[in-house]
Nanobody, 124 residues
Framework: QVQLVESGGGLVQPGGSLRLSCAASGSIFRIYAMGWYRQAPGKQRELVASITSGGKTNYAHAVKGRFTISRDNGKNTVYLQMNSLKPEDTAVYYC??????????????????WGQGTQVTVSS
C-alpha cells in the first residue's frame, strides 16, 4: 500500500519560516505529480502548491513569492519551504500524490493519495 509520511509542521511566529516534507513509499510505478493542500477550520481544502514529474510548478495566488515547492525524485519526496508566514497560513497541511501504483496484484493507474496532515500554526 502507498504511504505518505509528512513532517515539519509546528508553531511559528508571523514572518517566520517552516519546511514541510512528505515521503512516499510503497509500490509506486510512476509519479505524475505531488503537492500540498491545506484546510483551515471551517474552510474547504485548497491547493497550496504542486509539482509535476517534469518539474512544472503551480502555486495558489495567496502563497506566490513566499512558498517554494520542490522534489527529490530519487527519494519520492516533496518539500514545501514556507517563508514570511502569516496568521492566515494557519491550517492543516496535507501531502498529495498522483501516481500509478499496485497493491495485492491490482494495478491502480493515475490514483490519488493523501497524507495524514500536519498542523501549521502561525501566531505570536
Amino acid at each position: 500500500q502507498v504511504q505518505l509520511v509528512e513532517s515539519g509542521g509546528g508553531l511559528v511566529q508571523p514572518g517566520g519560516s517552516l519546511r514541510l516534507s512528505c515521503a512516499a513509499s510503497g509500490s509506486i510505478f510512476r509519479i505524475y505529480a505531488m503537492g500540498w493542500y491545506r484546510q483551515a477550520p471551517g474552510k474547504q481544502r485548497e491547493l497550496v502548491a504542486s509539482i509535476t514529474s517534469g518539474g512544472k510548478t503551480n502555486y495558489a495566488h495567496a502563497v506566490k513569492g513566499r512558498f517554494t515547492i520542490s522534489r527529490d525524485n530519487g527519494k519520492n519526496t516533496v518539500y514545501l519551504q514556507m517563508n514570511s508566514l502569516k496568521p492566515e497560513d494557519t491550517a492543516v497541511y496535507y501531502c498529495n500524490l498522483i501516481a500509478d501504483t499496485s497493491y495485492s496484484g491490482t494495478y491502480y493507474p493515475d490514483n490519488a493519495y493523501w497524507g495524514q496532515g500536519t498542523q501549521v500554526t502561525v501566531s505570536s
